[in-house]
């Protein structure tokens, strides 16, 4: 048998071009496949969309409930205001409210959620905010300890980049499952989702030393970054310009537990009211806007059985609460 001629550089240079070609080729035809089935159903393909919610966390379900045109109204925070049950919200108010509070976020991510809902949003009837200690801190940039995926709600050159990971084409065949699937399951439209069965699981109310944590004083000294300034005041004004100056804003500072409070006249007290004092003067540039204070040292604060932790509430009080943020409402919209 004659031995095979030897290979060229000739035959090398064309095994490259094929690969890369390949490579091209396969790369070039995930993205369109990931673009054309939408995983997260952003709406920038509405081939696959069903109008509903695939079950998901709420960090990346907000991008298609934040664009839900049967929602006028919408609550954004974090797990300390998560409790606020959009339906009740609906029920006092008259408007059809959707919860898009993302738990562990801060006013970075926050924000982006809100231009998101304003992008689909040209006008709408009420936006509540939620002003916490993350609020407060010194860092203009508000950076978190999470991930979020801001790709999601960003610009098209920013969604691409984002679809070129492993849990975007992972999604991508998970959605296609869920859409063959006749008998698919759903999330909430509303993004309501009570917390509470999860944090009794987990033993608060319950275990000795998350009921020792709960009534654990803080110090007088403020937390690290979060003594001043309130970068907070700079980026909401530049959040107000985007809202409809008819539609009312309601910034909600959220209860606190009374062991969770400063003491009266530290450093921190005053550190933190200043940072609110802040807010409160940016908001009031806004005209249809109010404050609802949790912070005020109401009795409710003070019953250790209405709280999981310091500064994670119990259903109790978040309905006095929706009540209290419906009632602002329904004020701004009638005076």
Not at 146 to 155: A, I, K, R
Not at 292 to 316: E, N
Request: aromatic fraction near 10%.
């Amino acid at each position: 048998m004659a031995p095979a001629p030897p290979t060229t550089d000739r035959d090398w240079r064309g095994f490259a071009r094929t690969l890369f070609l390949s490579t091209v080729f396969l790369f070039a035809g995930y993205l369109a496949l990931a673009v054309l089935v939408d995983p997260y159903d952003t709406g920038r393909s509405a081939l696959l969309s069903r109008g509903t919610v695939r079950p998901q966390g709420p960090r990346t379900a907000s991008a298609v409930r934040g664009r839900d045109p049967a929602y006028a109204g919408v609550v954004i925070g974090n797990s300390h205001i998560q409790l606020i049950e959009p339906a009740a919200l609906t029920r006092l108010t008259g408007i059809p409210f959707l919860q898009l509070s993302v738990p562990a976020t801060g006013p970075s991510e926050q924000f982006a959620l809100l231009g998101w809902y304003l992008q689909h949003h040209a006008r709408p009837a009420a936006i509540v905010l939620s002003a916490d200690a993350f609020w407060c801190a010194d860092d203009p940039s508000f950076p978190s300890e999470h991930g979020f995926p801001y790709w999601l709600v960003g610009d098209w050159p920013a969604y691409l980049r984002g679809l070129i990971r492993f849990s975007a084409a992972q999604e991508t065949v998970n959605r296609l499952g869920w859409l063959l699937n006749p008998r698919r399951k759903t999330a909430a439209a509303d993004g309501w989702w009570d917390y509470e069965r999860n944090y009794l699981s987990q033993g608060f109310g319950v275990d000795p030393a998350k009921k020792a944590a709960l009534e654990k004083p803080v110090g007088p000294e403020p937390e690290p970054h979060h003594g001043g300034p309130f970068p907070i005041a700079a980026r909401l004004r530049a959040e107000l310009t985007r809202i409809p100056a008819e539609t009312p804003v309601v910034v909600v500072f959220p209860p606190v537990y009374a062991r969770g409070e400063p003491p009266p006249g530290s450093p921190r007290a005053r550190a933190e009211a200043a940072c609110r004092a802040e807010v409160r003067a940016v908001l009031a540039t806004h005209a249809p806007s109010a404050v609802v204070d949790w912070r005020d040292g109401r009795p409710a604060a003070a019953d250790p059985d209405q709280f999981f932790d310091q500064t994670h509430y119990r259903l109790p009080i978040a309905r006095s609460l929706t009540t209290e943020i419906a009632e602002a409402i329904v004020r701004l919209r009638t005076r």
